[in-house]
């Protein structure tokens, strides 16, 4: 856990949050300011910064961020159409540094992103 991480309170249980899903390493939770009618965050309970920060010794866990992302979707019954993003860095949008996937559907979603 690093001190100072709001996603590291989440997983601690020191911040409230809307359970999604949970499993040794990866924790998913509803966004508290959600851009679709499905606005999930899957995140590594371990603190990461971003996806900048991974590497090979992250592949088991980014496959199962990737399952934990797809079985959400097919729970929320966007399994079709959904959107898996994660910002990198300030400029990208990255306002919280603990990695964290968006899983985003539930509506038309346009491409190119702003
Ligand atoms: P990003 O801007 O890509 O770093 O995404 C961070 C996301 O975290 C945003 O979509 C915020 O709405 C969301 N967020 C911030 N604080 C909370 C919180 N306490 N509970 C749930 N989602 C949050």
């Not at 009618?37 to 010794?57: Q, Y």
Request: hydrophobic fraction near 45%; include cysteine; charged fraction near 20%.
């Amino acid at each position: 856990m690093s001190e100072d991480c709001l996603f590291c309170k989440i997983v601690a249980g020191e911040i409230p949050s809307e359970q999604v899903a949970s499993t040794d390493d990866v924790y998913a939770f509803r966004d508290i300011n959600p851009a679709a009618p499905t606005h999930v965050l899957v995140i590594p309970k371990e603190h990461i910064a971003s996806a900048a920060d991974l590497g090979s010794r992250h592949g088991a866990l980014v496959a199962e961020i990737f399952e934990v992302a797809r079985r959400i979707a097919q729970n929320e019954g966007i399994g079709d159409a959904y959107r898996l993003v994660s910002n990198v860095g300030a400029g990208a949008g990255q306002s919280v540094f603990h990695l964290h996937f968006h899983v985003i559907g539930g509506r038309e979603l346009s491409w190119p992103p702003g």
